[in-house]
């Protein structure tokens, strides 16, 4: 006769079924969590962005933006801050910036905002790419990197 508790064969297999299933799903569930990590830095560049943009255009003072890969970091300088940055963007571990040099970009009250190109990479090898275009100066975040330039 059977008694209605749970046998540790029983319970093995169930566990040994749990971890299979687990081990299965772990790297889809990290590339995933790459995924959105690439899409939350893309997100945070395009604000940056935006943010120093109409900060120029409101406080009638220039600035410049230094997107600088090895630092894996977007910097933005005005006079008032000198030598120092205003204000930095560092970006997240796993997702650098294409490139080897810095890139600056002079932004003019009332003046045409400069062709910017930002390209993200995470540690998968996805990329995503933040547009600026001069005529609306709006960014634009795209997949896929520098092709179709």
Do not use: W
Request: aromatic share 4%; net charge neutral; proline share 6%.
């Amino acid at each position: 006769m059977r008694q209605s508790g749970v046998t540790l064969l029983e319970m093995l297999i169930v566990v040994t079924i749990i971890g299979i299933v687990a081990g299965v799903s772990f790297p889809a569930v990290t590339s995933g969590l790459s995924g959105v990590r690439l899409q939350s830095a893309a997100g945070s560049v395009a604000s940056f962005l935006t943010t120093t943009m109409n900060r120029v255009d409101r406080h009638e003072l220039g600035a410049a933006i230094v997107v600088s890969p090895k630092e894996n970091s977007l910097a933005v300088f005005t006079a008032a801050s000198g030598e120092k940055p205003e204000r930095t963007l560092e970006l997240p571990q796993g997702i650098t910036i294409e490139g080897e040099e810095p890139h600056r970009y002079l932004f003019l009250p009332g003046g045409t905002v400069p062709r910017m190109l930002v390209v993200l990479r995470n540690d998968k090898g996805a990329e995503k790419s933040v547009r600026v275009d001069p005529a609306t100066g709006i960014p634009d975040i795209q997949r896929g990197g520098a092709q179709g330039q």
